[in-house]
């Protein structure tokens, strides 16, 4: 009894810390989510409904924000996590100048996002003086320049996931070459022995034996890409709507701060509806992991 006393001490600091910046903030947009007509300078609403989700559901600047969202998911978590996997196999069979290459694939995960951004949009950016190095190298190849950064809607995308999966590959390669390091040996020397070829060894051994860091990678870049918003403002600015290249989160930072802003309830919708779709999706991914995840 007196140990239980002592270990609810020691934990009480980490739980009114949790409670006051975790809980009570869920709480509270909870709330402000249902406040219907709420005045952000009287602090008053006219009643309690959900007017709040109908309105945002309705709304075609969350509407495209869902839609830019969802494409920014589904291509780039699979791409990046790809990506990393074939270089980190690349890289655990390189003996000589291993460490240097790590290192230089981790670079631009510790370069700022903003940086890289601006590095990207002057690639891709058509402007009066000169077409980019990118479209530069489509005319070599007889193509017709294209504006990626203020032209049609799917050049906009594809440089805005083009850029995602380059922010996130590196910490992904890091954590899966270190995965690949970890695997025993032996398995491979038995599966030698008894003739296997290398594709049945990727399949049988090192799949499953790193799987619980890919099926940790695939969690992570979901939540990750579902909350994207300063990769596309290191793009397009901070007028996403305009460019029709907002977010989720974007979409909630300008209820609360944008130059329509000052919407507390509808932005506590917004960010309700995305709570409630990362959860559902984390769910899913948990409940195919018990049956292809070997830990």
């Known amino acids: 009894m007196k140990n239980d006393r002592k270990a609810w001490l020691y934990l009480l600091p980490a739980i009114l810390f949790l409670g006051f910046f975790m809980v009570y903030p869920l709480v509270d947009v909870l709330i402000y989510s249902f406040e219907e007509g709420y005045n952000s300078a009287s602090q008053t609403y006219a009643g309690i409904g ?27 978590v699979p791409v990046s996590t790809g990506l990393a996997l074939l ?37 891709f950016k058509k402007t009066a003086y000169t077409d980019g190095m990118v479209n530069l190298l489509i005319n070599l190849f007889g193509g017709q320049s294209v504006d990626f950064i203020e032209g049609p809607y799917w050049a906009k995308m594809f440089v805005l996931c083009f850029y995602t999966v380059w922010v996130v590959l590196p910490f992904k390669v890091l954590i899966l070459t270190s995965a690949l390091a970890s695997v025993k040996q032996d398995y491979y020397n ?32 979901f939540i990750g890409a579902f909350k994207a918003y300063s990769d596309a403002v290191a793009l397009f600015g901070t007028n996403l709507n305009a460019a029709e290249m907002n977010t989720i989160v974007g979409y909630v930072y300008d209820m609360l701060y944008g130059d329509s802003g000052g919407y507390p309830s509808y932005a506590s919708a917004a960010a309700l509806i995305l709570f409630a779709i990362v959860l559902s999706i984390t769910v899913i991914n948990l409940t195919i992991s018990r049956r292809n995840v070997h830990y």
């Open 87 to 123: 270089i980190s196999l690349g890289l655990n069979s390189i003996k000589k100048l291993k460490e240097l290459y790590q290192t230089i694939f981790f670079l631009p995960y510790v370069t700022n996002t903003l940086a890289v951004g601006l590095v990207f949009m002057i690639l």
């Open 190 to 221: 038995a599966a030698k022995v008894d003739g296997a070829s290398s594709f049945r060894i990727f399949t049988r051994i090192t799949l499953p034996m790193i799987s619980p860091m890919l099926f940790y990678l695939i969690i992570t870049g």
């Open 50 to 76: 959900l007017y709040n989700y109908s309105y945002v559901l309705h709304d075609p600047y969350f509407l495209q924000a869902v839609k830019n969202t969802f494409i920014l998911v589904i291509i780039t």
